[in-house]
């Protein structure tokens, strides 16, 4: 059900995407501070609402359809607003545009193949890119303006931010290629399967 408390957390991650926008608009250094954690916890939730699932037995359609959807939202989102907000180095770009074109990509794939009732699994390298990419995220929000009120300002946090965003961008190359191929060989194995089907007999 929506309201079982593993959908409501994955629910959160898509109430916090106003919420990021408005703090990162203010451009105040409380407010990226504020940005950092309200992204960071939604980010979180994305590791407990799986695990309370499995743990109340809570799965569900709805859930397993929306949980990558809110995932893909809040990045796409985050990645936006630093972008839109020059957040981001001209260098720091690419990283970014790599991850939200494999988002897309990874989509695309599911799509596909959901359609021939194949899922796509999760790889234990796919949640180390997400571990990465979130925290990259989450730093970049914060920026050097959060540790400046932080009294951090010894810190670059920005560059750890795009190094991270970096770590992120490989892994997820690497990652979508893996899923690339997956995709490739199930659609092979379509394409003889359909061939070999009898064709309907014409109609009059």
Known sequence: ???????LLTLSRIAAIPVLVVLVALRDPWGDFAACVVFSA?????????????????TSAFGRMLDPIADKLLVGAALMLLAGMDRLTTIGLLPAIVILLREILVSGLREYLAGLSVGLPVT???????????G???TLLAGDTAASVLHL???????IG???????AVLTLVTGW????AGLRHAGAAEPARAAQPSEPARS
């Not at 300002?153 to 560059?159: I, K």
């Open 178 to 181: 893996d899923y690339l191929q």
């Open 136 to 138: 990259a995220l989450g």
């Open 153 to 159: 300002s010894f810190l670059p946090v920005s560059l």
């Open 162 to 168: 795009e190094l991270m965003l970096w770590t992120a």
């Open 124 to 134: 234990r390298l796919a949640k180390w890119k997400t571990g990465f990419q979130m």
């Open 1 to 7: 059900m929506p309201t079982d408390l593993p959908n």
């Open 42 to 58: 939604a980010a979180i939730t994305d590791y407990f609402d799986g695990k309370l699932a499995r743990e109340r037995q809570q």
